[in-house]
C-alpha cells in the first residue's frame, strides 16, 4: 500500500459492513468514530455515506448525557464502563495493557486476539446499555 494507505481495506470493509444497516449505534462515535472513519474515507478517495443518507446513528454517549438542557441521566463518569455499572449493575469491560495495543499495530497474532476479544467485550456491553437506556430517549433520523 501507498503510504497512508495501510488501513485502506479496514476501512472498505467498514464501509461494507456498515451500509448492511440502517441505524449504527457507538459510543462517542459522534464525536470520534465517525469523523474518524470519514477522515479516512475520504483522504483514500473511498466514497463515505453523504448526509441525508438512510443510515442513521444513534450515540449512546449522548443518551446518556444529553445536551446541557436535556440531560438524562446524572452520572459521575458518562464514560461507557461508568454506565453499566451504574445502570446495569456491572460491566464486562476488560482492562487492556498497552503493549497489546502495540503489538497488534505491528500484526501480532497474540495482541490481535486480545485487542478483539476486549473490543467484544466492549460491543457487548454498549448494546446491553443501548436497550436499557433506548426508551428514555427518541432515536432521531440522525444521519450518519
Known sequence: AKAGDEDKRIVQ???RCIAKFDRIVTFYGK?????FLRTRAVSMGLDFFPWGSDIYHTDVYDMLRGGSNSRKFKLSSNRLEN??????????????DGKFWRGAARG???????????????????EKLFNKVK???RLTKSSI
Open 83 to 96: 454506565g453499566c455499572r451504574v445502570l446495569l449493575g456491572k460491566t464486562d469491560k476488560t482492562r487492556i
Open 13 to 15: 470493509s467498514c464501509l
Open 135 to 137: 426508551r428514555y430517549s
Open 108 to 126: 501480532d497474532a497474540h495482541s490481535l486476539a486480545e485487542v478483539l476479544k476486549h473490543n467484544r467485550f466492549d460491543v457487548l456491553d454498549l
Open 31 to 35: 464525536r470520534f468514530d465517525i469523523p
